[in-house]
């Protein structure tokens, strides 16, 4: 007679673990990049010189700052939410990675319509003739946008069959341990000791 073949073991890509793990790492990725420069500014040199300009991406395009943060939040509250709720992060969080990317394209679009405002500022002029260019700072962010959107879609997809513990379970752990004569560790014993329980008896 055939042995049973033992049940084979959630894949990696499929864990709690894994994928809240790969979104964080993503949502702090697309964060840190904004805090490098983004788009570099050369301007045609008249009577007055005017250094160039290097726009940092938290200041080129706030709103991916911002979204990372969102993201960032919406991951780990995953971590801790129900199956309704987190069902709701994951898509706040798979909102936020499309809404980077989409600011982020346009940036690479048009350099210089993103560098607009900060040019006025240098400058003290609006419309000022600049030379902008892209760094590749806003590639790597849209590659961690990506990654952070297919972390997102898989914990819609697997997110529902993700176990949620709580302080009940582990008190229904602590029971079921009593019930069967298992030894309590020292934490089970000092939680039986603050209820008013003898955990020697």
């Known amino acids: 007679m055939n042995a049973r073949r033992p049940t084979s073991a959630t894949p990696a890509w499929q864990r709690k673990s894994t994928l809240i793990l790969l979104a964080v790492v993503a949502a702090l990725a697309v964060f840190g990049t904004t805090t490098q420069t983004w788009i570099h500014v050369s301007f045609a040199q008249g ?18 700052s911002a979204l990372a943060l969102v993201a960032l939040a919406g991951a780990l509250a995953a ?7 987190r069902v709701i992060t994951g898509a706040i969080v798979l909102l936020g990675a499309a809404g980077i990317i989409a600011v982020v394209a346009g940036i690479l679009a048009s350099p210089s319509d993103a560098a607009m405002a900060q040019v006025g500022k240098a400058t003290g002029v609006v419309g000022v003739a600049s030379n902008a ?3 590749w700072f806003p590639v790597a962010a849209i590659v961690a946008a990506a ?41 089970d014993s000092w939680d039986s000791l603050s209820r008013g329980d003898d955990p020697t008896l």
Request: no cysteine; aromatic share 4%; charged share 15%.
């Open 47 to 64: 009577p007055v010189q005017q250094s160039d300009l290097n726009i940092p991406g938290n200041k080129a395009a706030v709103a991916v």
């Open 79 to 85: 971590t801790i939410a129900g199956k309704i709720a």
């Open 133 to 135: 260019s892209t760094t």
């Open 147 to 187: 990654v952070l959107a297919v972390a997102a879609a898989l914990i819609l997809v697997f997110g529902r069959r993700w176990s949620v513990k709580s302080k009940y379970d582990a008190a229904a752990n602590r029971a079921a341990a009593v019930n069967d004569g298992s030894p309590l560790d020292e934490i």
